[in-house]
T-cell receptor, first 116, second 113 residues
């Protein structure tokens, strides 16, 4: 079974600074997707960024970028120029590719605090 | 609002009662997922539908839980004989196909007293 581990229950960063959230996962699959979701206090999950395992290039979405290390099964999220609106729970998630079962497997989350 | 809609947003029920939640996915989204999220945890996958067909059920989905998606549109999740351990946020998500982004609703928070 796949597992996703987020070892940082809480992280704090000064506004405008950069922060990196860690995520490791375990799978025997070779092709899969990885995601970072944001869950603000209103509790609606929002996709931040996704990465296809077959792509070597790290995904980037504006101030958000990932460091995907397939061999190490590591998938960290870097947030540059942190803003107050970035404060939320961040969840790392895994999904195998192809047909069949494709529910997301989530980590326990990291609570990100932005210090003004 | 064209996002995923869940009703009710909050539900308080007495132990032993039955409850039913509804999820309206984004129009034309074929895939619909149910997740459960307890305090301090990430969401846990419960089940998913491809149109009206329920294709997978997690071992977390005990016999007291049943989900339907008649006509491949909205979905309902019913919990029979609720227990205190059922207290959680129940999240619904939908996607156009397996390879596209899943959009989440705001969830239904269930409290069993």
């Amino acid at each position: 079974a796949q597992t996703v581990t987020q070892s940082q229950p809480e992280m704090s960063v000064q506004e405008a600074e950069t922060v990196t959230l860690s995520c490791t996962y375990d799978t025997s699959e070779s092709d899969y997707y990885l995601f970072w979701y944001k869950q603000p206090p209103s509790r609606q999950m929002i996709l931040v960024i996704r990465q296809e395992a077959y792509k070597q290039q790290n995904a980037t979405e504006n101030r958000f970028s990932v460091n995907f290390q397939k061999a190490a099964k590591s998938f960290s999220l870097k947030i540059s120029d942190s803003q107050l609106g970035d404060a939320a729970m961040y969840f790392c998630a895994y999904r195998r590719s192809g047909g069949g079962a494709d529910g997301l497997t989530f980590g326990k989350g990291t609570h990100l605090i932005i210090q003004p | 609002d064209t996002g995923v809609s869940q009703n009710p947003r909050h539900k308080i029920t007495k132990r032993g009662q039955n409850v039913t939640f509804r999820c309206d996915p984004i129009s034309e989204h074929n895939r619909l997922y149910w997740y459960r999220q307890t305090l301090g945890q990430g969401p846990e996958f419960l089940t998913y539908f491809q149109n009206e067909a329920q294709l997978e059920k997690s071992r977390l989905l005990s016999d007291r839980f049943s989900a339907e998606r008649p006509k491949g549109s909205f979905s309902t999740l019913e919990i029979q004989r609720t227990e205190q351990g059922d207290s959680a946020m129940y999240l619904c998500a939908s996607s156009l196909n397996p390879n596209t982004e899943a959009f989440f609703g705001q969830g239904t928070r269930l409290t069993v007293v």
